[in-house]
């Protein structure tokens, strides 16, 4: 039985599993309070951020994005998560590993960076949850773990935009053009990856099925899934999430917002159908603090993170993480 901790426990407890008594207000603010530290022994999920905004084409801010998640994580640590009713760390042993350290004054030095912090989480064996940043990080996080499971992975997309512009630049830092690149790096496998949410046009959308938005409203959330799962199959996974797939009203905080976008409640609603897909990794990206209201942006991000874990929760239950 794991041990009750009264305050801190991201810093105070000895076990992996098990949650601590907090007041939301105060502690230590790891994402959901769990262990923050280096030690990936016995680790299925590693949770890290990447604050990295040089890659934005609009509004910047997303390096401030991992802390403003795992501060809006708070209230989700004080109670079993809705609707799943059960504490997911009894099962699930999740740390926060902190951020990944970058040069920013000397941008042609990040990806490798990125690559090599994923590298050192995934050979753990442990799963990464990784918090942006910019989404340009998808980018070297995708060649990571298309080394560790094989590429080429399938991608599932959620996004106002289909970031697939072309760019042929071996050392461009662009957060429009990361899944063209992996399309010709044969990164991920366009005819099962997706993506959902769309709401701007591209000549090119590299033969990657899409769910726009509209789609979306006029479907709904269970034929949604439905047709995820068509497409994506049994096939190793990576889900990338721009907060910008949610409509500004219910996401101001993000570099480029577009109107006409996903509600937070037809966003969860997915996220938690995913169940059934084997997800390798995945990422949640664009949280830009400076443009938020009263948080609403990094809540809705630390949301969407804590379903996703309570998908892997209910995966290593089932035996298939």
Known sequence: MSQMIYGDGAIRRTSLFGSSIENTYAGVLSFMRRNYTRELAGADVVVSGVPLDLAVTFRPGARLGPAAVRAA???LAELKPFPWGFDPFEDLAVIDYGDCWFDAHNPLTIKDAIIEHARTILASGAKMLTFGGDHFITYPLLIAHAEKYGKPLSLIHFDAHCDTWADDSPDSLNHGTMFYKAVKDGLIDPK???QVGLRT???????????????????????????IKDIVGDNPAYLTFDIDCLDPAFAPGTGTPVP????????????RGLEDVNLVGMDVVEVSPPFDQSEITALAAAHIACDLLCVLRQRKVAGKL
């Open 260 to 271: 006409g976008g996903l509600t937070s409640a037809q966003a969860l609603q997915i996220v």
């Open 73 to 75: 994580s708070v209230q």
């Open 201 to 227: 046009w591209n000549d090119d959308f590299m033969g990657i099925p899409r769910i726009d938005a509209p789609t979306v409203h006029e479907i709904g959330v269970a034929e949604t899934l439905r047709r």
């Open 192 to 194: 099962t990856s997706v």
